[in-house]
């Protein structure tokens, strides 16, 4: 079965820097889009970085600029590096892996989450 496990969130001050990890398994991880997504309590979850099977990046323009997504195909993970934190970013991180096939999602996995705290 499909696991994602996140790894690196904490607590750091305004301006600081957080390292992400993801590790996947249970999955031939270099045919899955990857992202991480991120919510806070009482909003949907919304999209943070996505990396492709063929190594592009998205991101979320919040984050443009600060946060780079990277993704490790022998090691199967999935990295988000985020610089010059604000309080805004606080919040669960989670580990996203999406398979699609002739356009159709067929598997959506995610992670249980590691929290940020970014105070000010």
């Known amino acids: 079965q499909v696991q994602l496990v996140e790894s690196g969130g904490g607590l750091v001050q305004s301006g600081g820097s957080l390292r992400l990890s993801c590790a996947a398994s249970?999955?031939?991880?270099?045919?899955?889009?990857m992202g991480w997504y991120r919510q806070v309590p009482g909003k949907q979850r919304e999209l943070v970085a996505r990396?492709?099977?063929?190594?592009?990046?998205t991101y979320a323009d919040s984050v443009k600029g600060r946060f780079t997504i990277s993704r490790d195909n022998v090691k199967n993970t999935v990295n988000l590096q985020m610089n010059t934190l604000n309080p805004d970013d606080t919040a669960v991180y989670y580990c996203?892996?999406?398979?699609?096939?002739?356009?159709?999602?067929?598997?959506?996995?995610w992670g249980q989450g590691t929290q940020v705290t970014v105070s000010s």
């Open positions: 990396v492709s099977t063929l190594g592009s990046p």
């Open positions: 249970g999955m031939i991880f270099s045919i899955y889009d």
């Open positions: 996203n892996a999406r398979l699609k096939v002739r356009e159709e999602v067929q598997y959506n996995y």
